[in-house]
Structures are given as C-alpha cells and as structure tokens.
C-alpha cells in the first residue's frame, strides 16, 4: 500500500530535550516536505527536499533541521523543542517538485512541548 | 508571493443539501494549481480535488466540483448531496510554477473552513 508513515503520532517532551519525528514513503517520490498545522493558521512549510541530499527551507523553518540521506527517509529534528512548537506536524511526499501531482501526505504526529 | 483566502470559518449545512466553501487566491505566476483537503477530525489529510490553472473545464470528482473563476481568482469547492461524514475541516491551497517559486511543490494553505452537516 503506498503510503507516507510518520512517528511517532503523539508525544509529549520538554523544553530543550531533543527529539526526532520520523518520515518514510514507499512511493519511490523525489519531493518531500515539512508542515506545521497550527489553529487559524492553516498548514505551513517548515523544510522540504527536492531529491537526496538537497534540502530548503520553507516559511518557518526556526528551530527545526532535516536531513535527506535516503530517497524514502525525511526526519525532522527539534534540537531544542520550545513550547511554540507545539503543534500538529504532516510530513508529505510527491512524486516530483513540479506538475500536476498532488502531495501525499502522512496521518500526522502531534507534538507537545512542556 | 501567493496566498489563499478562505473567509468562512465555519459552515452548517443539512444533510442531501448542496454546499460551497469559498477559496480566493492571490498569485503572480501565470502557471498555478489549486488543490482542495479534507481534515476529517481524526486529523488525516485527505485529497479531493485539483484544477490546473490552463485548465479549460473545472474540474469534478463524484460529488466534489471546482468552480473555478480565474478572473476573479476564486476556486470554490461545490459538495453536492452532503453527507454526515462530510463534517470535517476543508483547506484551499494552490501551488505555483516551481521555476517562479523556487519551493518546489509547496502547497500554500488557507486558513480553513470548517463544514457541519446536520440532519
């Protein structure tokens, strides 16, 4: 089944304890993405990738890194969560950066920072 | 830059009834595609519909339709017949040419509007 999985789907940390929110697709996509969703706010691009080993940011990238080693593989790493960022976090994928395609995105993984 | 606007927050609407969510957009790019999302409370993003900017027909999916007025850069979303799982949230978003943009295939979202179909 082709899918964007992402994990965890809920956690709850502290202030300045790093963690990593993990992101894989099955889908053999080129394109990969980042978003934040946040009430009244809508969906917002925190980093994307376009390809293996080539990363971008996107609107709020504040206080988040990725990486790109793999084709299927998007992590995205608070080094330092802050209570702002708690949020409800979609990893997404696509199978190229242009075109009519649209993005497939992951259940999401809502995370809280105390 | 681009921007979506979806003025509705929340909507009501009774069971069979049609229904149109509002989405206007803003955008220098000449090539641009409008997608719509439901967010059904058990927060997934669900795909419903797309309609390329060159399109020349607005696009339909069963019971979802685009009416899609590129003049006054509107792409409402018309769910005909509603139905109780129909409730949820729904989001605009459009994404523009990757050469202009440079964010590949970013998706910028509306703020949403959330549907409530009653009986």
């Known amino acids: 089944e082709a899918q964007v999985t992402q994990n965890p789907r809920y956690l709850i940390t502290v202030t300045g304890k790093k963690l990593t929110v993990t992101c894989s697709q099955n889908?053999?996509?080129?394109?990969m993405s980042w978003y934040r969703q946040d009430p009244g706010l809508g969906l917002r691009q925190i980093y994307y990738?376009?390809?293996?080993?080539?990363?971008d940011k996107g609107d709020v990238p504040e206080g988040y890194k990725v990486s790109r080693k793999e084709k299927r593989n998007f992590p995205l790493i608070l080094e330092s969560p802050s209570p702002n960022q708690t949020s409800l976090y979609f990893c997404?994928?696509?199978?190229?950066?242009?075109?009519?395609?649209?993005?497939?995105f992951g259940e999401g993984s809502r995370l809280t920072v105390l | 830059a681009q921007k979506i606007t979806q003025t509705q927050p929340g909507m009501f609407v009774q069971e069979k009834e049609a229904v149109t969510l509002d989405c206007t957009y803003d955008?220098?790019?000449?090539?641009?595609?409008l997608f719509w999302y439901k967010q059904p409370s058990s927060g997934e993003m669900i795909f419903l519909i797309y309609?390329?900017?060159?399109?020349?027909q607005n696009a339909t999916e069963g019971r979802y339709s685009l009416n899609f007025q590129k003049a006054r850069k509107s792409a409402n979303l018309v769910i005909s017949a509603s139905q109780l799982g129909d409730s949820a949230m729904y989001f605009c978003?459009?994404?523009?040419?990757?050469?202009?943009?440079?964010?590949?295939?970013?998706?910028?979202f509306g703020t949403g509007t959330q549907l409530k179909v009653e009986l």
């Open positions: 997404a994928s696509s199978l190229s950066s242009g075109g009519t395609g649209e993005l497939f």
């Open positions: 889908m053999n996509h080129e394109y």
């Open positions: 990738s376009m390809n293996v080993e080539v990363t």
């Open positions: 955008t220098s790019d000449p090539s641009y595609g």
């Open positions: 309609q390329g900017s060159y399109d020349q």
């Open positions: 978003a459009m994404r523009a040419s990757a050469i202009l943009t440079g964010g590949g295939n970013k998706l910028t």
